[in-house]
């Protein structure tokens, strides 16, 4: 089993940066990627950005440019630096970690989210 423990989160200004953390522990050797999420009020969850166990990214059009993606400690660790903060980037953000199935990645758990409040 894997668990997933997020933070840095919180209340910033507009323009402002933040950088969020999700730590793995468990099984990490069964992680071949992870990825950072956002869910707003009313809104389904949305995917931001990607990262796999070789270290390739993949960041959302609607963030590119603002919002970078990062691992450390042998993967145990991924980042999300939120820059330029916007008050739409208000919501919930989630990591989880994900196997992959022939050419299709699966969720093998869910991390209990940070909350990120940009005020305007």
């Known amino acids: 089993q894997v668990q997933l423990v997020e933070s840095g989160g919180g209340l910033v200004q507009a323009g402002g940066s933040l950088r969020l953390s999700c730590v793995a522990s468990?099984?990490?050797?069964?992680?071949?990627?992870m990825g950072w999420y956002r869910q707003a009020p009313g809104i389904q969850r949305e995917l931001l950005a990607t990262?796999?166990?070789?270290?390739?990214?993949n960041v959302a059009d609607s963030v590119k440019g603002r919002f970078t993606i990062s691992r450390h400690n042998a993967g145990r660790t991924v980042y999300l630096q939120l820059d330029s903060l916007k008050s739409e980037d208000t919501g919930v953000y989630f990591c989880?970690?994900?196997?992959?199935?022939?050419?299709?990645?699966?969720?093998?758990?869910w991390g209990q989210g940070t909350q990120v409040t940009v005020s305007s």
């Open positions: 468990g099984n990490i050797d069964s992680i071949e990627r």
């Open positions: 989880n970690a994900e196997r992959i199935s022939g050419s299709y990645y699966y969720t093998i758990a």
């Open positions: 990262i796999t166990s070789g270290g390739s990214t």
